[in-house]
T-cell receptor
Framework: SAVISQKPSRDICQRGTSLTIQCQVD?????MFWYRQQPGQSLTLIAT?????????ESGFVIDKFPISRPNLTFSTLTVSNMSPEDSSIYLC???????????????FGPGTRLLVL | GQNIDQPTEMTATEGAIVQINCTYQ??????LFWYQQHAGEAPTFLSY????GLEEKGRFSSFLSRSKGYSYLLLKELQMKDSASYLC??????????FGAGTRLAVHP
């Protein structure tokens, strides 16, 4: 599977500010995904980020709140804008499996960014 | 619609066998995944079923019945380190994953 890193690993932010989370993959991948995992809950897909096109957002998530960049096949950023305490969550990026012996649908997750908004 | 249900919590004894069930109603469904997530860590891939039947991988096995909208994850010879959340996820097309709420498994000595 691909090696995925995220920065920052955690942060504490003030209400009203914005935070940009970076996701770096050690190989070229077409599809990258951003998920949110609120405390004690499961993962919810925020958006799909494909290189060369606008991100596709899921119901309940909008570009103004969660702008995404995908400048190349190994990197993406998610910005959490105008934060409120309700945005306190773990944010994870994922990529689809890249090796031929793996399912082309298997997703592998980065280590996550733990965000606390005060 | 897309809905995935699994039990919230389970407990089991070290060395025993436990089965975690998952039922789903997912349109455009391509396959079903199981992930393991230890507290404070990212989910790690366990298994993927796209055809009916049982897939065995060491101590872990996963079963799928598409006609019944049903899957289970079977963990054998339980170890303390198996205490974690187990997430059932349906592939909803375009590689999107729809996750269930997760089952927290506690393994006791």
């Amino acid at each position: 599977s691909a090696v995925i890193s995220q920065k920052p690993s955690r942060d504490i932010c003030q209400r009203g500010t914005s935070l940009t989370i970076q996701c770096q993959v050690d190989s070229q991948v077409t599809m990258m995904f951003w998920y949110r995992q609120q405390p004690g809950q499961s993962l919810t897909l925020i958006a799909t980020a494909n290189q060369g096109s606008e991100a596709t957002y899921e119901s309940g998530f909008v570009i103004d709140k969660f702008p995404i960049s995908r400048p190349n096949l190994t990197f993406s950023t998610l910005t959490v804008s105008n934060m409120s305490p309700e945005d306190s969550s773990i944010y994870l990026c994922s990529v689809v499996g890249t090796r031929s012996r793996e399912s082309t649908e298997t997703q592998y997750f980065g280590p996550g960014t733990r965000l606390l908004v005060l | 619609g897309q809905n995935i249900d699994q039990p919230t919590e389970m407990t089991a004894t070290e060395g025993a066998i436990v089965q975690i069930n998952c039922t789903y109603q997912t349109s455009g469904f391509n396959g079903l995944f199981w992930y393991q997530q230890h507290a404070g860590e990212a989910p790690t891939f366990l298994s993927y079923n796209v055809l009916d039947g049982l897939e065995e991988k060491g101590r872990f096995s996963s079963f799928l019945s598409r006609s019944k909208g049903y899957s289970y994850l079977l963990l054998k010879e339980l170890q303390m380190k198996d205490s974690a959340s187990y997430l059932c996820a349906g592939s909803g097309g375009y590689n999107k994953l729809i996750f269930g709420a997760g089952t927290r498994l506690a393994v006791h000595p």
